[in-house]
Structures are given as C-alpha cells and as structure tokens.
C-alpha cells in the first residue's frame, strides 16, 4: 500500500513540476557558473517571496471560490502606511502590527462590498484597485517616501538574512505556507473553504455559512497583502505609489 502510495506521489502533476524545475535548474547551472552562487540564489528567494506571500492570501479565496484583484493595490497600500507611520515615529514593530490591521480594513471593505451589497468580487476588486492607486498617489503626493537612515533595524525584514543563509522575507512566505496548508489540510475551516469553493449548494445544507468564510478569507488577504507591501518597503527602503500596484 505504501509503495503504490509513493508511485502515485512520483507520477503526480506536482511531482512533475518538480522534476521541470529541477531540468531547468540544472541547465542553467551548467550554462552559467554563477546561476548556483550564493548571492544569486539568495536574490531569487528574495525576489519570489513577495509573490508568495500575496499568493498565500489570494489562493485561500480562489479555493473558496472568490478572487481579490485588489491585491496588488493592497500591497502598495501597506507599504505607504507603515512607512508614514514609521515616519511620524511609531516603532516600526508597532507601525508593522498597525499596517497588517490596516490591510485587514482593506479585505473587510472588500468582503462588504461582495457579501452585504452584492456585487461580484471580480467588480467589487477591480473598483477598489483605482481607490487605492488614488488613495496612494495622494497620500505619497505621488513621491517615493524614503525611510529615514535612523530606522534602518527596519530593512532587516526586508533584506536581512538568518544565520546569515535564509533571507527573512523567504522564511516570512515559507512560515505563512506551513501555516496555511496545516489550515486548509488539516482543519474543519480548511475543509468548509474546500466545499465552500466545490459545491455551494452541499455546502449551504451542511451548515456552513459562506459569507462568514469569505469574509474571513477577504480580511485574512487584506492582511497578508498590507504585510507583504511592510516588506518590499523595508527591501527598497522607501514606499512608492507605484509598488505592486497592478
């Protein structure tokens, strides 16, 4: 039974992804010496953990059967307002604490609009991306905000590393998706998005309250985005109204 279970992880569509990527890998290995240096594969797992980390957020809602389009937009607002706040002098802990609530705000505005108003996610997040580019421009006055140099323990987020190896920003997208998957493979919740996103009607006479989710699911990406925006800050060291923004 073991052994079967084992062939049919090695003939999956994921395990296929894997072996693709490790052909492409060792191509370029081969063709460039410095494609497997440190420093390079360091800047690769900075650069796609930003997208990870966005698409922890949006992946919950397109299981669940909705879609945040607005996550970029979100993103860009994050970094604005940890790096105002950072500015005015909150400890960037705080101001970070205060951003993830913010982007909270931003999903949950989202979620009213879908689940009180009634209008489709598709539309509702598409609005909201020109409020925020708006909103951004604004409060930027459409000018990159630097990050002063006597808040530079802030970069490290954002371009630090652990032990001198792991860049912080891979170990934040890593930790979101141990958590995340435990929650969608290991929990009732988990289970309630699946048949949220599979079968509205069984999931409408088991019990479960689709709204409830969703709404859940909007705040939870709001924040995640307004975390991911706090560090592409701290990794650029200022925030521009244009960062993520589309």
Known sequence: MTSKRISGVLKSKTAMV??????????????????LGTENIRAILISMSLTGMIAVGVTMLLICGEIDLSAGAETCMGGIFVVLMIQAGI???????????CGGIMGAILALFVNKVGLMAFISSMAMISVYNGLAKILTDSQNIAIDQK????YTIGSGTIFGVIPVPFLIMAVLMIIYG????????GRSIYMCGGNRAAARLCGINRKKITTILFINNGAICALAGAVLAARMHNASPIAAAT
């Not at 894997?18 to 010496?33: D, P, R, S």
């Open 182 to 189: 435990f929650i969608l493979y290991a929990s009732d919740f």
């Open 18 to 35: 894997v072996y693709l990527l490790i052909i492409v890998t060792a191509f370029f290995g081969i063709w460039n010496e410095g494609f």
């Open 91 to 101: 400890p960037w802990p705080i101001a970070l604490i205060l951003t993830i609530i």
């Open 151 to 154: 808040y530079a323990s802030y």
